[in-house]
């Protein structure tokens, strides 16, 4: 399951793909709404693939506790493993720099050829934070970016702000709805501390890595 080199399969279909979307998270664990939402940017965007990248140490989580990177990369092959146009990238993981999303781009742009156009998939509430992500100037200019709405933040707000971010900084962010699953990786842990189910709130594979590994006790 594990691979010989994280940017194997990167480099392997670089010649082949044309349309790659990011996606990005902690993963701990992933669940169910992180599939949906790139399942259904993948279908709408027509995106050749998706590649999802596990944080290695993102910098919104450096003072809270977080299960080790080889959890989070083999949780995420298992719940992506199924679907052709998913893939799963260590590029984060190799190092023991915090994990800006700008680095990460920097190195998938200079992995990839000119003709391959990346789409970073985030969330809602994160694009409205993402004036405090590092060199964000930089950062909106090297990809189109795609936010998926999460209930509880107003439309209208969102609109008005992506509004205020192409103009201020010449970038592409789209908006796109996807299902309202009210599931959070937060909410799994919880239930996992407090011995209740977390069945078909995330892939039973995953499950049953949760339990044999005993993550989130």
Known sequence: MASTNSLDIIQRENRDLKRIGIMGGTFDPIHYGHLVIAEQI????????????????????????????RHRYFMTLLATVTNPFFEVSK????????????HTLTK???????????????????????????????????????????PGLESPDLEEKIRQLQC???SSIRKIDVPALAI??????????????????????????IYKHGLYR
Request: proline share 4%; glycine share 4%; charged share 30%.
């Open 42 to 69: 993948r279908c709408e965007y027509r995106l050749d693939k998706i590649l999802f990248i596990p944080a290695g140490n993102p910098p919104h989580k450096l003072n809270t506790d977080v299960s080790s990177s």
């Open 168 to 170: 201020k900084y010449n």
């Open 108 to 150: 998938l742009k200079k992995i990839f050829s000119e003709d391959v156009k990346l789409f970073f998939i985030t969330g809602a509430d994160a694009i409205c934070d993402i004036e405090n992500w590092k060199d964000v100037e930089i950062l909106v200019t090297m990809c189109d970016f795609i936010a998926a709405t999460r």
């Open 91 to 102: 590029i984060e993981m190799e190092g023991e720099e915090i994990s800006y999303t700008i």
């Open 184 to 209: 959070s990786s937060t909410d799994i842990r919880c239930r996992v501390r407090e011995g209740q189910s977390i069945k078909y709130l995330l892939p039973e594979s995953v499950e049953y890595y």
